[in-house]
């Protein structure tokens, strides 16, 4: 397989870290972008607050000289918990301009280099949030949602060029920030797992593999799909 470079957002921890390692193991070179340098990235890394869209710019630029970049995971994101009553419209916007305004950012950047090859990979990720019926999650499930829509509209667009546009959407996954919230044992950890029917929660791993695939020559034919890697989180709320 020939030898890829992708962008990742959000890629100093969790599911952003992860799919930059599953890449790096399989011989692709990652270009990541967050606020934090880990220590241990295996690719090139580029420090920048991706809520600046300045900044954003620049760092994409950045990534872009060092040569071309065959996709991207629009994996950044932020969660403001409100309830309806309680929104604030600024934090609302944040949400939207992290999450959605960055990723339409980084396909306009990467989108005329992969045209002009007639390859390329975007994947976003959403979430089972997006599916509605989390209460608090205004802003962040309709961020989500939205997600999956631009990947139905831009699978559409870009399948001429021969660039796949899907969208991985994860249930709970045990990432740093998660625990940080819900330990080992808590009742925030029981109620998340109650909501699973496969009764654990997912890794970074889970999702970067289901990333890779999408990145792969192998997901060649699929394009403007999201697939839900949640335990079976979703059931029911599809039926909703």
Same mark, same amino acid.
């Given at each position: 397989m /020939?030898? @890829? @470079?992708?962008?990742? /957002? $959000?890629?100093?921890?969790g599911i952003g870290l992860a799919t930059a390692r599953h890449l790096a193991e399989r011989g692709d070179t990652p270009v990541g972008l967050a606020r934090t340098t880990p220590e241990d990235f295996p690719g090139e890394f580029i420090?920048?607050?991706l809520a600046d869209r300045d900044a954003t710019a620049a760092a994409i630029d950045a990534a872009l000289a060092g040569?071309?970049?065959? $996709?991207?995971?629009?994996?950044?994101?932020?969660?403001?918990?409100?309830?309806?009553?309680e929104i604030d419209i600024a934090d609302f916007e944040a949400v939207f301009d992290v999450t959605?305004?960055? /990723?339409i950012q980084t396909v306009q950047a990467l989108m005329p280099g992969m045209i002009e090859r007639g390859w390329g990979r975007i994947v976003n990720i959403s979430s089972v949030v997006a599916l509605g019926g989390v209460p608090g999650r205004s802003s962040y499930g309709a961020a989500k949602a939205t997600m999956e829509h631009l990947t139905r509209i831009w699978g559409a667009e870009l399948a001429p060029h021969g660039i796949t546009v899907n969208d991985v959407a994860p249930g709970p996954v045990a990432t740093d920030l998660f625990r940080e919230g819900n330990p080992v044992g808590s009742p925030g950890e029981? @109620?998340?797992l109650s909501m699973v029917p496969m009764g654990t929660l997912g890794t970074v791993d889970d999702i970067a593999a289901a990333v890779c695939f999408f990145m792969s020559d192998a997901a060649g034919w699929i394009t403007g799909q999201t697939l839900r890697v949640d335990g079976g989180a979703s059931i029911g709320r599809a039926a909703n």
């Open positions: /020939t030898a @890829r @470079r992708f962008l990742i /957002t $959000g890629a100093s921890k420090s920048v607050d040569g071309p970049l065959d $996709g991207v995971l629009n994996n950044v994101g932020i969660v403001r918990p409100q309830m309806v009553g959605v305004r960055s /990723t029981a @109620r998340y």
